[in-house]
């Protein structure tokens, strides 16, 4: 028990000892670390600070102070253009500047840009790039820009790319597409220069920017083919408001165009189809170097396409197309009638409206058709008037034929109605006939319909007395003890026939010199007549 006692209190005064030790060492390291710091910065403040192997120069006394002072220097030496960027900027400020069409607020007086010599750097390596044809992306401004000697964070480099896009320093191309504030909405833009996803994409080159002479042709374009004056100066604004005025002409000689699909005589359709040309190839154009050469290349074609688009407009808006379509349609009946016109002084009238009709371009001499057109159509009212004599005479004597015949027949009251509603029909025709050919035409009519008549005026009689006549008795019958022979056969009818002497000999006229002239002729009509011949026909010619 005692043996006990003694071994639990040597080993508690054992462990005693032990933390007495360790606290003592504590306190000793303690004093160490003190007096060692003590002496460490006594020995810095008198120390010589380099950097870059550059002895600093330094008036502070804490040795704190001096080390942050160096530590600055190197910075500034390593990052030395890293003071380019005056103003830290945000994916904010990119969408402010988008927002705000790049305007920003200067001082009276002064003219002060946002980290300019930052602008600057950047400007010149893609400058520099695209002098070797070759496109930057964004990952290599990135990469270029966030090491040294700039330090710039990524925030930084996109505004700086964003600002030199929108003020036409700088063309934006995604997977070979351009990208303008035309193709693109703002939002799309600023995603490609803020997003990760795209900085292999989004590929950039400097663009090269209108000269004055480009821009003069440009704004002379737009007065004299838009009349509008683009008072900006900005390329990309005077290339959209451009583009959007060519698109509405576009629009307006796509309707122009529809006139021509139902009349291809309306003058101006090959400067249509020019126009169209013209506009449609601008509207193709998504780079503004590209639009401002071009435009200045085709300065001439816009400008003379201008001048005579005018009088074209004026064409189809005015009164000119109603006067040009009368013109035509007088022109159309007096072609389909010309081989029966022989009038020196209506061909005179129609000479002179033609001519005007076949101009290239007749705007200017379109007044000189009214009064043209007044004296063709008294003429040619003239001429129908004397050719209708005739006419009004040959459907007279055919319907007197027709009823001449018609009359005392058994299907007068049958027929006689409708024969007078056809006769007053084809006259009715004859008076309201316009046309010397249709009114020739109309005197054939009434030939044919005289012989249609007459065949059926026979038809129809020889039906009715058949209808009367009673049946033959056909065989010997035995009828109340007598007998009774056979009926003698009731002897063939002949039908008649009516046809007229034009369907037989249809050559206008005979040329004769001679007897064997005559025989020529009366042998060819005598065969014609034979043609004609039927079975159990008789064959009437109406002359």
């Known amino acids: 028990m005692q043996i006990e006692k003694f071994i639990r209190f040597d080993a508690t005064n054992t462990v005693t000892q032990f933390e007495s030790i360790k606290e003592a060492k504590k306190v000793e390291m303690r004093e160490r670390n003190g007096a060692a710091k003590l002496f460490l910065s006594e020995s810095l403040k008198n120390a010589e600070i380099y950097v870059n192997g550059d002895k600093i120069q330094s008036g502070a006394k804490e040795i704190a102070s001096k080390i942050n002072e160096a530590l600055g220097k190197l910075v500034s ?27 920003q607020l200067t001082l009276v007086g002064t003219n002060i840009t946002k980290n300019e010599l930052a602008l600057y750097d950047v400007n010149d390596y893609i400058a520099l790039n695209t002098q070797r044809h070759m496109k930057t992306s964004m990952k290599s401004i990135l990469e270029r820009f966030l090491k040294a000697p700039y330090g710039f964070v ?9 600002k030199l896009f929108k003020n036409g320093e700088i063309a934006m191309f995604v997977n070979n597409d351009a990208v303008t504030l ?28 209108a000269n004055e002479k480009q821009k003069k042709s440009v704004r002379t374009v737009m007065k004299e083919l838009f009349n509008v004056t683009s008072a900006s100066d900005d390329d990309d604004a005077i290339m959209r408001s451009f583009l959007g005025y060519a698109s509405n002409l576009k629009n307006d000689l796509e309707k122009l165009d529809i006139h021509y699909a139902t009349q291809t005589a309306y003058p101006g359709k090959q400067l249509i189809a020019s126009g169209k040309k013209l506009m449609a190839d601008v509207l193709q154009m998504k780079y503004s170097n590209e639009f401002f050469a071009g435009i200045d290349r085709k300065k001439d074609d816009f400008l003379d396409f201008a001048e005579d688009y005018e009088p074209v407009k004026k064409f189809f808006a005015g009164e000119q197309k109603g006067i040009f379509d009368k013109a035509l349609k007088l022109m159309k009946i007096y072609d389909d009638s010309k081989t029966f016109i022989v009038n020196s002084e209506i061909e005179s009238v129609v000479a002179d409206i033609k001519s005007i009709l076949k101009k290239s371009v007749p705007y200017s001499e379109i007044f000189k058709l009214p009064d043209l057109l007044d004296k063709f159509i008294n003429l040619y009212s003239g001429l129908l008037n004397e050719m209708q004599k005739p006419l009004d005479t040959a459907i007279q004597e055919a319907r007197q034929r027709v009823f001449e015949e018609l009359q005392d027949k058994k299907c007068h009251d049958k027929l006689a109605d409708k024969y007078v509603n056809l006769f007053r029909e084809i006259s009715d025709k004859a008076m309201s006939c316009n046309n010397v050919a249709t009114l020739q035409n109309i005197k054939v009519e009434a030939d ?25 008795v056909a065989e010997t019958g035995n009828y109340g003890g007598e007998t009774i022979a056979p009926a003698v056969p009731a002897p063939k009818v002949k039908r008649k026939k009516t046809v007229s002497i034009k369907s037989i000999n249809n050559a206008a006229t005979w040329q ?25 026909t008789i064959i009437n010619i109406e002359f």
């Open 182 to 209: 035309l193709s693109k909405t703002s939002e799309e833009i600023i995603r490609y220069l803020t997003r990760k996803e795209f900085n292999e994409k989004l590929m950039t080159e400097k663009r090269v920017k």
């Open 154 to 162: 990524e925030a930084d480099v996109q505004w700086l790319v964003a």
């Open 448 to 472: 044919v319909l005289k012989v249609r008549c007459l065949n059926e005026i026979e038809k129809e009689e020889a039906k009715i007395i058949a209808a009367e006549q009673p049946a033959h």
């Open 512 to 536: 004769l010199e001679n007897e064997a002239d005559v025989k020529k002729y009366i042998a060819e009509l005598e065969k014609k007549l034979m043609n004609t011949l039927e079975e159990d």
């Open 77 to 103: 030496t390593v990052y030395h253009k890293l003071s380019y960027i005056d103003t830290a900027m945000s994916e904010s400020d990119i969408h402010t500047l988008f927002k705000n069409n790049g305007q």
